[in-house]
């Protein structure tokens, strides 16, 4: 079935590199996504990966996509106290919709 | 200029009534969704939309029924509200099914 792990919590010190970890089980995603959520916020969607491709960098982000063990990861350079948020990996779902991970804390350490 | 917009922002009610969330885009989206996030921020689909087919996330309990006046709207209708349908519902919509989607900025439902 479907099913998208993460871990719940990562703490880093304000400007270090965060590295938020993800697996996946679908492999017929054409997409796999990256959002952010701040409190009391709305989804905002951060980045996405197609499929086919490896890796992929926005200014400071850069998401890798390793699809034989079917893990995805999103690096955010010079983390900042801004970067606060829980972030959720996302894969295609059932229902047409997305299936999301329980969501990874990102706790910034001045 | 709001992409996805969600209301009301804010939903307090008591339990047994029936209650409705309107959502809207204007981004000329085909495919809209609703989202469950519970209280340990856990999100679920619930529904999709995309010409004139739903698809139902087979957990939904037919109390919840989403209606689709035109392709900009998906409104969520929910009946004789539960305790445990208090949950941060969300928006969101899609150019096409399995493209990247866009959230609304939730609607808080609190069940007295």
């Known amino acids: 079935g479907e099913d998208v792990e993460q871990s719940l919590f990562l703490s880093v010190r304000e400007g270090d590199s965060s590295v938020i970890n993800c697996t996946y089980t679908d492999s017929s995603s054409t997409y796999l996504y990256w959002y952010k959520q701040e409190p009391g916020a709305g989804l905002q969607l951060l980045t996405y990966i197609f499929s086919n491709m490896d890796m992929k960098q926005d200014q400071r982000l850069t998401v890798l996509l390793n699809k034989k063990d079917k893990h995805l990861s999103l690096r955010i350079a010079d983390t900042q106290t801004g970067d606060s948020a829980i972030y959720f990996c996302?894969?295609?779902?059932?229902?047409?919709?997305?299936?999301f991970g329980k969501g990874t804390h990102l706790i910034i350490q001045p | 200029d709001t992409a996805v917009s969600q209301t009301p922002k804010y939903l307090v009610t008591q339990m047994g009534n029936d209650k409705s969330i309107k959502c809207e885009q204007n981004l000329g989206h085909d495919t809209m969704y609703w989202y469950k996030q519970d209280s340990k921020k856990f999100l679920k689909i619930m529904f999709s939309?995309?010409?004139?087919?739903?698809?139902i996330n087979e957990t939904v309990p037919n109390r919840f029924s989403p209606k689709s006046p035109d392709k900009a709207h998906l409104n969520l209708h929910i009946n004789s509200l539960e305790l445990g349908d208090s949950a941060v519902y969300f928006c969101?919509?899609?150019?096409?099914?399995?493209?990247?989607?866009?959230f609304g900025d939730g609607t808080r439902l609190s069940i007295l």
């Open positions: 969101a919509s899609s150019p096409a099914p399995q493209q990247p989607q866009h």
């Open positions: 939309y995309n010409n004139k087919e739903l698809i």
């Open positions: 996302a894969e295609r779902g059932g229902a047409d919709g997305l299936t």
